[in-house]
């Protein structure tokens, strides 16, 4: 079964998030990145999940007119081999964790 490998990888999105969620998460001890507004084409080779503190973000994903919203206090989980597109609106400042490769 064929399929563009894209296709079964999706973004979730878990809008604001308790303070006991984000405690649980340790997020404050995540590393912190951020970006100023434009296009930005991203490949993911490990998941990542994320905590938007200011920005907000329209993902597509790569081959698709298709996107997700995402923005300030939005926890964002995104699957290992997604490839896509960042178009920022508002400038990003996040907390950020990629997942341990196994491999």
Same mark, same amino acid.
């Given at each position: 079964? %064929?399929?563009?490998?894209? +296709?079964? #990888?999706?973004?979730?999105?878990?809008?604001?998030?308790? &303070?006991?969620? @984000?405690? &649980?998460?340790?997020? *404050?001890?995540?590393?912190?990145?951020?970006?100023?507004?434009?296009?930005?084409? @991203? /490949?993911? $080779? %490990?998941? &990542?999940?994320?905590? @938007? #503190? /200011?920005? /907000?973000?329209?993902?597509?994903? *790569?081959?698709?007119?298709?996107?997700?919203?995402?923005?300030?206090? $939005?926890?964002?989980?995104?699957?290992?081999?997604?490839?896509?597109?960042? $178009?920022?609106?508002?400038?990003? $400042? *996040?907390?950020?964790?990629? &997942? %341990?490769? +196994?491999?």
């Amino acid at each position: 079964m %064929a399929s563009d490998s894209n +296709s079964n #990888l999706r973004i979730t999105i878990e809008s604001n998030p308790s &303070e006991p969620r @984000l405690a &649980e998460l340790n997020i *404050k001890c995540w590393p912190k990145w951020g970006c100023s507004p434009g296009k930005y084409q @991203l /490949k993911f $080779d %490990a998941e &990542e999940t994320c905590y @938007l #503190l /200011k920005g /907000k973000v329209k993902a597509y994903t *790569k081959g698709s007119s298709e996107f997700v919203e995402f923005g300030a206090g $939005d926890l964002v989980t995104i699957p290992k081999g997604l490839s896509c597109t960042w $178009d920022v609106s508002i400038a990003v $400042d *996040k907390y950020y964790k990629f &997942e %341990a490769s +196994s491999s």
